[in-house]
């Protein structure tokens, strides 16, 4: 049905110091029971146990982990260790922003925590102050142009009442979408060893974060001004700019492709991460996903490649 193989997937660890890690045999076989019961949806779904070459791509072994999946033919069009386990970094907040916009609270006003201002100092940040009032629709915008950390922390304590509930609710999420060797214990992405996903994973969640209009129009925004009430009671306008290089114009776009907009990330452990909606000259959609590359102009150049390796209809 559709395109899933039922198989064996053996998955690789996360950190460049340490390549692999064998999963138990209970992970392996809830992994094949939620292939089982995602063959009930697999009309919308495609998955290979095994690397699937592309001529057009420039293969880089030195990632973690990349996959090109045409959306609407449910086709794998390139793989490299998908289902190894890896570091997702801050793409992790696909999935903070999934639950944001699943929640029917959008316009709802969040107060910002002094606990939300406090993340480490090696952050990505929305620069967002203790006592800070707006919506839950402008934070979405904080989470995903600038990654704020902050962001991710208010909305996960605005969610789920605190981080840990949130990440509960993350995992039951990731799980009720497939995304079953994946483990998410903060809403941000920053670095814990029992946080983690694949590239494959991060493929299912954010397939469903695609169907969201609204998604698609906060990721695909290079700018966004956001009003926010001080605790004092003034107004400030806080710009955040778009950390995309495709779509914040720093990094050229392949000819006859619309990059529609993604998700970076960045730490050691990770290594520079992304992950893309875009579209072919005939406007059908796919997902690519570079994770663990080197430096960030690798990264940009691996999915030049892939985008490059996008049929032309």
């Known amino acids: 049905m559709g395109c899933i193989l039922f198989c064996c997937i053996a998955c690789s660890g996360c950190a460049k110091p340490e ?25 919308e779904l495609c998955v290979t146990a095994e690397n699937i070459e592309n001529p057009s791509v420039s293969e880089d072994t030195m990632l973690h982990g990349a996959g090109l999946f045409g959306v609407n033919e449910q086709k794998v069009l390139y793989s490299y260790q998908i289902h190894d386990r890896l570091f997702p970094a801050s793409t992790t907040k696909i999935l903070t922003a999934l639950l944001a916009l699943e929640s029917g609270r959008l316009d709802e006003i969040v107060t910002v925590s002094q606990n939300a201002v406090n993340v480490p100092s090696d952050s990505s940040k929305a620069f967002l102050q203790t006592g800070d009032q707006l919506t839950l629709r402008d934070l979405l915008y904080g989470l995903m142009l600038p990654s704020g950390n902050d962001a991710a922390v208010a909305i996960a304590e605005f969610l789920g009442g605190s981080e840990e509930a949130f990440a509960q609710m993350m995992n039951e999420k990731a799980q009720s979408l497939g995304a079953t060797n994946s483990h998410f214990v903060n809403s941000n ?16 969640i954010f397939n469903e ?20 009430a001080m605790a004092d009671g003034t107004i400030r306008s806080q710009i955040w700019k778009q950390s995309n290089q495709f779509v914040n114009g720093m990094y050229p776009v392949p000819a006859n492709v619309v990059v529609i907009g993604g998700k970076t990330g960045t730490t050691n452990e990770a290594g ?26 690798v990264l940009y ?10 049929p032309a209809s």
Do not use: W
């Open 272 to 297: 520079a991460c992304l992950i893309l909606y875009s579209q072919n000259a005939s406007g059908s959609p796919y997902i690519s996903i570079v994770m663990g590359a080197d430096t960030r102009p």
């Open 301 to 310: 150049a691996d999915m030049t490649s892939m985008l490059e390796a996008l």
């Open 189 to 204: 992405g920053y670095q814990h060893e029992e946080h983690y996903t694949t590239a494959y994973d991060l493929y299912l």
């Open 209 to 228: 974060c695609i169907k969201n209009p609204v998604f698609q129009e906060i990721i695909s925004t290079s700018e966004y001004t956001a009003s926010i």
């Open 19 to 43: 390549p692999s890690e064998a999963i138990t045999e209970y992970e392996l076989e809830t992994y094949r029971k939620d292939l089982y019961r995602g063959s009930l949806f697999a009309d």
